[in-house]
């Protein structure tokens, strides 16, 4: 019942910025923690950053510093801004929502997931 909606992706420059958006629906999003992972061709899918129903963050070291995750519960939305993108950050990610108010870097803590939105770095 849980549905999760990424948009914002695209093809953008070196240096350049997105802002990645994830709408939820079906339900209450503002108790649990969200997340967004990425994966790019031939690599893992990994974690990149998570935010807890309190609002404290989390980021993996690749894009600590260039990037910002954040919510809105009033808008039952999570985003993920991305600054100083590169090459390296071409993936497509995906929103995620965690089965608790915490959220981990376990993806076995991670209940549901987007569709994904593609994000491509490139000249």
């Known amino acids: 019942q849980v549905q999760l909606v990424e948009s914002g992706g695209g093809l953008v420059q070196p240096g350049g910025s997105l802002r990645l958006s994830c709408a939820a629906s079906?339900?209450?999003?503002?108790?649990?923690?969200m997340g967004w992972y990425r994966q790019a061709p031939g690599k893992q899918r990994y974690l990149v950053a998570f935010?807890?129903?309190?609002?404290?963050?989390n980021y993996a070291d690749s894009v600590k510093g260039r990037f910002t995750i954040s919510r809105d519960n009033a808008k039952n939305t999570v985003y993920l801004q991305m600054n100083s993108l590169n090459p390296e950050d071409t993936a497509v990610y995906y929103c995620?929502?965690?089965?608790?108010?915490?959220?981990?870097?376990?993806?076995?803590?991670?209940?549901?997931w987007g569709q994904g939105t593609q994000v491509t770095v490139s000249s």
């Open positions: 935010i807890s129903s309190g609002g404290s963050t």
């Open positions: 995620t929502q965690g089965k608790y108010s915490i959220g981990s870097w376990y993806p076995s803590d991670w209940a549901f």
């Open positions: 079906g339900t209450i999003f503002s108790i649990y923690a």
